[in-house]
């Protein structure tokens, strides 16, 4: 029997190494097979044979081990090793690799599998498969309005690729940027007179700059426009008058004004709103101006500036004076400009137009091409900045916009046909939308929610497993959720081919989640995760096995040799 039993051992130990081989033979046969785990072949010892049983200590002697001889091995396990494959770009989006433990969740013929390997397609249908078998990938389909249902109840992932959004129409725009505090101001501040007045002794009253001044002519004044403090236009006329003086006396010359309206065309209308005179001095040695400024107010027109006379002189030269209104200075609009769209998806160019009024206080105006439509009558207003130079209260044709936060909005006609629209102008609040400091003045739309009818174009499929779609109008939408399934005991699974698997009596089952930080697995798109065997290992393990293989074969070789010998007694 002895003899029997090292053969048996040997048998045994050849037909395990045999499935190594098998096991290593698989391992290599799928070194470039994606998703692909390699497994391992651990062994066992079988039962062994008692030939003497072990005895206890006593007073008077020792103990004893026991004796056994073993009768070959076995083999203890399969294993696969689900370290991470390395990653192999592809470019194709819909490739995508797992990195982490979770799977690829399948549904083939009303079963659910799972898988590693993750190339695939999107067919006919539009729904994204395995193109071996034609597996469908589980996820969640995204509402009209690309928003993911919660839980884990799974459906085919399906995209249809001739879906098309319907236009959005604009509803509210978004504004930032900064205001120069230090801009020129649209009011007009000073008015400077320049030039000179001829010294002379005439022989009756001169006037300047042409004969006795008179309303309905323009060559005996000098007209100018000036703004009051919301920007509204006026003319100020100026004209010199030189009272005769006996020789050799100097004459002495007075400045005049009046300030009239303007109607819509810039003709000056109705009588003065305001006039007055000054009587001027000079250095009787140099000619210069020795006249104090002259501060102008017209309360109820709001208008406030100041007549500054020290450009004046007062030489033997000819008569040649000029009004310069703030030193030559002009204020210049801050503009800004978005796109917007009506109910049919036409687009349309919204301007903002921003002109500095006072100090901390500007005003705003909205426009639009007359093309494309028209603007309600109360498209303008003012901004007021508090001293941090941040927005402090909006008004809108002359009423305080009351809303928290104060968002004014325009009505729009488009000419297209499309229905009637109003617009939000969000100006923002804080430091997060139009400011005031001493920063350059730059205003820009940062977005507005509205879209022109567009085509799906491209898809996207990001970390999280959403599947993105890029429409012909720039604008995304999410469309679908690949989702992942882990298991307790990854080992428990078993293999059914096409890189797919499906769960057994020690696997648990499926934990069901989106990729992320629940799964603790991400997708990676536009690659593919290849086989994490290594074949250098393999190659080990071959040699091990063929020499463990070769030993048992000695083993039986000799033992037969031991029993050639035994039946050989008898001769």
Same mark, same amino acid.
């Given at each position: 029997?002895?003899?029997?039993?090292?053969?048996?051992?040997?048998?045994?130990?050849?037909?395990?190494?045999?499935?190594?081989?098998?096991?290593?033979?698989?391992?290599?046969?799928?070194?470039?097979?994606?998703?692909?785990?390699?497994?391992?072949?651990?062994?066992?010892?079988?039962?062994?044979?008692?030939?003497?049983?072990?005895?206890?200590?006593?007073?008077?002697?020792?103990?004893?081990?026991?004796?056994?001889?073993?009768?070959?091995?076995?083999?203890?396990?399969?294993?696969?090793?689900?370290?991470?494959?390395?990653?192999?770009?592809?470019?194709?989006?819909?490739?995508?690799?797992?990195?982490?433990?979770?799977?690829?969740?399948?549904?083939?013929?009303?079963?659910?599998?799972?898988?590693?390997?993750?190339?695939?397609?999107?067919?006919e249908d539009g729904k994204l498969v395995n193109p071996q078998n034609g597996a469908i990938v589980q996820g969640k389909v995204a509402n009209g309005l690309g928003e993911i249902a919660a839980g884990t109840t799974l459906q085919d992932v399906v995209i249809d690729k001739n879906l098309r959004l319907p236009a959005v129409k604009?509803?509210?725009?978004?504004?930032?940027?900064?205001?120069?505090?230090?801009?020129?101001?649209?009011?007009?501040?000073?008015?400077?007179?320049?030039?000179?007045?001829?010294?002379?002794?005439?022989?009756?009253?001169?006037?300047?700059?042409?004969?006795?001044?008179?309303?309905?002519?323009?060559?005996?004044?000098?007209?100018?426009?000036?703004?009051?403090?919301?920007?509204?236009?006026?003319?100020?006329?100026?004209?010199?008058?030189?009272?005769?003086?006996?020789?050799?006396?100097?004459?002495?010359?007075?400045?005049?004004?009046?300030?009239?309206?303007?109607?819509?065309?810039?003709?000056?209308?109705?009588?003065?709103?305001?006039?007055?005179?000054?009587?001027?001095?000079?250095?009787?040695?140099?000619?210069?101006?020795?006249?104090?400024?002259?501060?102008?107010?017209? @309360?109820?027109?709001? *208008?406030? %500036?100041?007549? $500054?006379?020290?450009?004046? =002189?007062?030489?033997? +030269?000819? /008569?040649? &004076?000029?009004?310069?209104?703030?030193?030559?200075?002009?204020?210049?609009?801050?503009?800004?400009?978005?796109?917007?769209?009506?109910?049919?998806?036409?687009?349309?160019?919204?301007?903002?137009?921003?002109?500095?009024?006072?100090?901390?206080?500007?005003?705003?105006?909205?426009?639009?091409?007359?093309?494309?439509?028209?603007?309600?009558?109360? @498209?303008?207003?003012? *901004?007021? %900045?508090?001293? $941090?130079?941040?927005?402090? =209260?909006?008004?809108? +044709?002359? /009423?305080? &916009?009351?809303?928290?936060?104060?968002?004014?909005?325009?009505?729009?006609?488009?000419?297209?046909?499309?229905?009637?629209?109003?617009i939000d102008l969000n100006f923002g609040t804080g430091t997060s939308g139009v400011t005031q400091t001493n920063l350059t003045s730059q205003v820009a739309a940062l977005s507005q929610d509205g879209s022109a009818s567009a085509a799906l174009s491209n898809l996207n499929i990001d970390q999280y497993g959403n599947i993105i779609?890029?429409?012909?109008?720039?604008?995304?939408?999410?469309?679908?959720?690949?989702?992942?399934?882990?298991?307790?005991?990854?080992?428990?699974?078993?293999?059914?081919?096409?890189?797919?698997?499906?769960?057994?009596a020690n696997s648990g089952d499926p934990r069901i989640d989106a990729p992320g930080e629940s799964s603790v697995t991400t997708i990676q798109s536009g690659a593919l995760e290849q086989s994490n065997v290594d074949l250098s290992e393999e190659f080990t393990r071959m040699i091990v096995s063929q020499r463990g293989f070769q030993?048992?074969?000695?083993?039986?070789?000799?033992?037969?040799?031991?029993?050639?010998?035994?039946?050989?007694?008898?001769?």
């Amino acid at each position: 029997m002895a003899l029997l039993n090292s053969l048996f051992a040997g048998v045994s130990g050849l037909r395990n190494n045999q499935s190594t081989m098998d096991v290593i033979g698989n391992n290599i046969a799928n070194v470039n097979t994606i998703g692909f785990k390699s497994s391992r072949v651990t062994f066992s010892d079988t039962f062994n044979q008692f030939v003497k049983s072990g005895t206890s200590a006593t007073e008077t002697s020792g103990g004893t081990n026991s004796f056994q001889i073993g009768l070959g091995m076995k083999i203890n396990s399969i294993d696969r090793n689900w370290a991470q494959g390395t990653f192999e770009r592809t470019g194709t989006t819909t490739d995508l690799a797992l990195q982490g433990q979770g799977l690829f969740i399948l549904k083939s013929n009303g079963q659910q599998f799972y898988s590693r390997a993750g190339a695939f397609i999107f067919d006919e249908d539009g729904k994204l498969v395995n193109p071996q078998n034609g597996a469908i990938v589980q996820g969640k389909v995204a509402n009209g309005l690309g928003e993911i249902a919660a839980g884990t109840t799974l459906q085919d992932v399906v995209i249809d690729k001739n879906l098309r959004l319907p236009a959005v129409k604009t509803e509210e725009t978004k504004w930032g940027g900064n205001l120069q505090s230090s801009s020129t101001t649209i009011r007009t501040d000073t008015v400077e007179l320049v030039g000179n007045l001829k010294r002379e002794s005439p022989a009756a009253a001169a006037a300047y700059p042409g004969a006795a001044y008179n309303s309905s002519d323009p060559t005996t004044y000098t007209a100018s426009k000036i703004y009051n403090k919301d920007g509204v236009a006026y003319q100020l006329r100026s004209y010199y008058t030189e009272t005769a003086a006996t020789a050799p006396a100097v004459g002495a010359w007075t400045y005049n004004y009046e300030i009239y309206a303007l109607d819509a065309s810039g003709n000056p209308t109705g009588s003065a709103l305001g006039n007055g005179t000054q009587p001027l001095t000079f250095d009787a040695t140099t000619g210069e101006s020795t006249t104090n400024q002259l501060n102008i107010e017209v @309360a109820a027109e709001k *208008i406030d %500036f100041k007549l $500054n006379f020290s450009s004046l =002189s007062n030489l033997a +030269a000819d /008569n040649n &004076v000029v009004d310069r209104i703030d030193k030559g200075e002009k204020a210049e609009d801050v503009p800004g400009a978005v796109t917007i769209y009506d109910s049919l998806g036409n687009a349309h160019t919204l301007s903002l137009k921003f002109k500095h009024l006072d100090s901390n206080r500007w005003s705003w105006e909205a426009s639009i091409p007359g093309t494309s439509g028209s603007l309600g009558t109360n @498209a303008y207003g003012e *901004i007021y %900045f508090d001293s $941090n130079g941040q927005i402090q =209260s909006i008004w809108q +044709a002359g /009423n305080q &916009v009351t809303s928290s936060p104060p968002v004014p909005s325009v009505q729009f006609v488009p000419s297209s046909g499309a229905e009637t629209q109003v617009i939000d102008l969000n100006f923002g609040t804080g430091t997060s939308g139009v400011t005031q400091t001493n920063l350059t003045s730059q205003v820009a739309a940062l977005s507005q929610d509205g879209s022109a009818s567009a085509a799906l174009s491209n898809l996207n499929i990001d970390q999280y497993g959403n599947i993105i779609g890029i429409f012909s109008n720039g604008t995304s939408r999410t469309l679908a959720q690949i989702m992942v399934a882990t298991f307790a005991n990854l080992n428990g699974l078993v293999s059914v081919g096409d890189n797919m698997y499906n769960v057994a009596a020690n696997s648990g089952d499926p934990r069901i989640d989106a990729p992320g930080e629940s799964s603790v697995t991400t997708i990676q798109s536009g690659a593919l995760e290849q086989s994490n065997v290594d074949l250098s290992e393999e190659f080990t393990r071959m040699i091990v096995s063929q020499r463990g293989f070769q030993a048992n074969a000695r083993v039986i070789t000799t033992a037969d040799q031991l029993l050639q010998e035994i039946t050989q007694l008898v001769r």
